[in-house]
């Protein structure tokens, strides 16, 4: 089905600005827009920019249903220095020798981090370590040494750009540090590094072509709640009064329109209304994921 124009605002597409919070710049961005609720999807770290799907009032229920792959960074490496954080924000831990680097090494080093590979996060991370914060813990000084995860990285590009410095192209999946590539492609290469740019240029199927910097909202950068909950499951048009039957939680498999169906996850639209994300399992069994209340006027008007 072809899905509606905008009937609200669901989320705003921010290009954060570097020495923010991902919460705090958020926080900007929705009250800008004169929204009370909302949420971010993934986090970016202070120094860093770029994109930021930041969520409203009642589309803050379909996080965990949004695609959030794959993720894109544009990021600058400085060789021959280690830090405690990884990044530019750390102290200076270890120095070494710059190396000194062909193509060839570049394209060796290309092919070791690509596709499926382990990684260690980071000291500094909002990962758990025996039930804390791993940063917290890193912060009061306490050596912390954070499992080792299997993260997934679709392309990566690599350019030399000055005898200590390269430019990175990553395309990632969910829970790829940039920080720590940076980190391991130091060692790859017989040296040190950290990273000290990185800008986030995709999310999912949002790119930072549709962002917008926090003063251009809500001009700019808006996106309604129909096409948020369509990026959610399949599209299906249901009769507008459904919304009535929809909302009270009543069987989903005495829906006709659901009828031919197969499983899957399915986005409802009753009219110009976004109002449920449902799930057909394998086995036939229908199942409701969320149900949007309806919107209030505010809500129409602000995203609040």
Not at 66 to 85: D, I, N, W
Not at 197 to 219: H, K
Not at 266 to 293: H, K, N
């Amino acid at each position: 089905m072809a899905v509606s124009p905008i009937t609200e605002p669901a989320l705003l597409l921010l290009d954060k600005a570097a020495g923010r919070t991902s919460r705090k710049a958020a926080g900007q961005a929705a009250r800008q827009v004169g929204a009370r609720k909302y949420g971010h999807l993934g986090t970016l770290d202070p120094f860093a920019t770029g994109l930021l799907p930041v969520m409203m009032g009642r589309a803050t229920r379909l996080a965990q249903y949004l695609p959030q792959e794959p993720k894109a960074y544009s990021a600058e490496v400085l060789l021959g220095q280690s830090t405690t954080t990884d990044d530019c924000e750390g102290e200076v831990l270890e120095e070494a020798d710059l190396p000194s680097l062909e193509p060839t090494d570049l394209a060796r080093a290309t092919a070791a981090f690509s596709g499926t590979l382990t990684q260690r996060p980071p000291a500094f991370s909002a990962i758990r370590v025996d039930g804390q914060r791993a940063y917290k813990r890193a912060r009061r000084g306490e050596a912390v040494e954070v499992p080792e995860r299997e993260v997934e990285i679709h392309r990566l590009e690599l350019r030399m750009v000055a005898a200590d410095r390269l430019e990175l192209d990553v395309e990632c999946g969910s829970g790829t540090y940039i920080r720590s590539l940076a980190r391991d492609l130091g060692v790859f290469f017989g040296s040190r590094a950290h990273l000290v740019g990185l800008r986030r240029t995709r999310v999912g199927d949002w790119s930072l072509d549709d962002a917008a910097p926090v003063e251009a909202m809500p001009a700019s950068g808006v996106v309604g709640m129909n096409q948020a909950l369509a990026l959610c499951g399949e599209a299906v048009a249901l009769p507008a009064p459904t919304h009535l039957y929809l909302r009270q939680g009543k069987p989903l498999s005495a829906l006709p329109e659901l009828q031919p169906l197969g499983p899957g996850r399915y986005s409802l639209f009753c009219g110009p209304q976004a109002v449920a994300l449902v799930e057909q399992g394998l086995e036939g069994a229908w199942r409701y994921c969320i149900v949007l209340p309806e919107a209030s006027q505010q809500e129409r008007s602000l995203g609040g």
